[in-house]
């Protein structure tokens, strides 16, 4: 198998597509599952897949469909139900699993699911795991399938909420309560509808629930970390203390202050490092980011010591920065915040429980504590083509030149290409909005010259 192959199926966080369409049908669901079946299976003991899910209609379909592969691959599969993200990895963990399965398209509308594969440590496969799955659908995966008694067997794990419940409790310092706060929670009507609203009961909060109703299709439909404009008007509307907006799998969070004002994963970053910092938790004063965290988060934690490492775009290669240096917090600025002293991946609960600590130990409202710098002003735009992609060419490369050499000392450029649309994504920040917007219109421009559209 060429490990150096480039990936069809997998995209930058598992396997994302239109439901019952390719990728997302149930032949290739049941195929996926035989070839991670066969690329994972031992011999020295009976393997086990911990197989999750978010609230979609389409789940059901996805979810026979991967047993029915693992189970004729002679893997047993452990069902989970609606659970989130994070609490998937956890139990893979936990429980001494060989994999786990969580079956989602995260933030994505309900038409769209998505696979995201766990190894036995909680962390999301390699590039060259997902390279060599790939390579393996491509063959004759018959010769290399369970005999009729090898076949696996599905069972359910009915405490499984539970066990995610009290691994999230264990994240809040010890000896803090929640008693006394009013907490806004929209879980999106997705996976966390049901855990993240009793850990914060269980932790004495007064919940108000909204985004908790889901019927298979109102999974992020206006509500949640990507459209929290109900979480802020409830907030303010029962005169909360603080709302916590997560997405569909519940590995994201957004926070509305009490003024209903909107609190991103960047300033959540900024006021967990600062925290940790102060009580010797944060380790190496390292936190990592991605290319799209704003500049003043970084700014701002060079001025307490902090240094801020940078990654490509998703929290995958964040994480295994963080595993390659040995930090403890890293994310992105669409919420995503990885703790990786709780947590394998982004989980949006354990972070709000960080956020709400810091409220309960200051005594001081969201709208103070949460605004630990001033962003940058930051301007992003998105320019299609078609044909070959114009990255890399002579007169794009040109152009970046000019406009950091513009910037230089003031500000950044990222150009990247969309994982999913033949899109180029043109980000510039600095300090003055007028040559921000004066960048990325030259930028977009010099674009849509080279691209056909």
């Known amino acids: 198998m060429n490990a150096s192959r480039p990936r069809k199926l997998f995209g930058t966080d598992g396997i994302r597509g239109t439901a019952n369409t390719a990728p997302m049908t149930v032949e290739i669901a049941q195929r996926l599952g035989q070839a991670v079946g066969v690329r994972f299976r031992q011999s020295q003991h009976r393997q086990r897949v911990i197989l ?6 389409s789940g059901y379909m996805i979810e026979c469909a991967l047993v029915s592969g693992f189970l004729s691959a002679g893997m047993d599969v452990t069902l989970v139900g609606p659970l989130p993200t994070p609490a998937v990895a956890m139990l893979t ?3 001494r699993a060989d994999l786990g399965i969580m079956i989602s398209a995260s933030h994505n509308p309900y038409e769209d699911n998505g696979i995201k594969i766990f190894g036995p440590t909680g962390f999301k496969l390699s590039d060259h795991d997902e390279r060599e799955i790939e390579a393996l659908m491509e063959t004759d995966l018959s010769p290399h399938l369970a005999a009729p008694a090898d076949l696996g067997r599905a069972s359910r794990l009915t405490d499984a909420a539970g066990r995610y419940v009290e691994n999230a409790k264990a994240s809040f310092p010890r000896g803090l309560r929640l008693d ?6 929209d879980c999106a009507n997705g996976s966390a509808y049901r855990v993240a609203p009793t850990a914060l009961w269980e932790l ?3 919940v108000i629930r909204i985004g908790c109703d889901p019927d298979g299709v109102n999974i992020n439909a206006d509500c949640g970390s990507t459209r929290p404009e109900k979480l802020c008007a409830a907030v303010v509307e029962h005169n909360a203390q603080l709302g916590i907006a997560l997405d569909g799998d519940a590995d994201r969070v957004i926070i509305s202050d009490e003024q209903g004002q909107i609190v991103d994963g960047d300033q959540i970053l900024g006021l967990i490092a ?7 938790a944060l380790s190496g004063d390292v936190v990592v980011a991605t290319v799209m965290s704003n500049l003043g988060l970084e700014k701002h934690l060079a001025s307490q010591g902090i240094t801020l490492l940078r990654t490509a775009v998703g929290d995958r290669y964040v994480v295994e920065k963080m595993r390659e240096i ?12 990885v703790l990786s002293d709780y ?3 982004g989980d949006g609960l354990v972070a709000a429980l960080q956020v709400l600590a810091v409220l309960v130990e200051s005594g001081r409202p969201a709208s103070e504590i949460c605004r630990v710098f001033t962003p940058y002003p930051q301007l992003l735009r998105n320019v299609r083509y078609s044909g070959l992609s114009p990255l890399g060419t002579p007169a794009l490369e040109r152009a970046r030149q000019d406009v950091e050499a513009r910037l230089e000392g003031h500000g950044r450029l990222v150009l990247r290409a969309s994982g999913t649309e033949p899109l180029i994504r043109v980000m510039v920040e600095a300090n003055d909005e007028a040559l921000v917007e004066s960048c990325v219109s030259f930028m977009c421009e010099t ?3 080279l691209a056909v559209v």
Not at 52 to 57: A, E, F, Q, S
Not at 180 to 185: E, N, Q
Request: aromatic share 2%.
């Open 52 to 57: 999750g899910k978010d609230t979609r209609l």
């Open 93 to 95: 963990r936990s429980l």
């Open 180 to 185: 006394g706060l009013k907490i806004v929670i």
């Open 204 to 206: 004495g909060a007064e």
């Open 274 to 280: 600062r925290s940790w910092q102060q009580r010797g």
């Open 326 to 337: 040995g930090a403890n917090l890293g994310g992105e600025q669409s919420g995503h915040v």
């Open 343 to 345: 947590a394998t991946t």
């Open 447 to 449: 674009i849509q010259e």
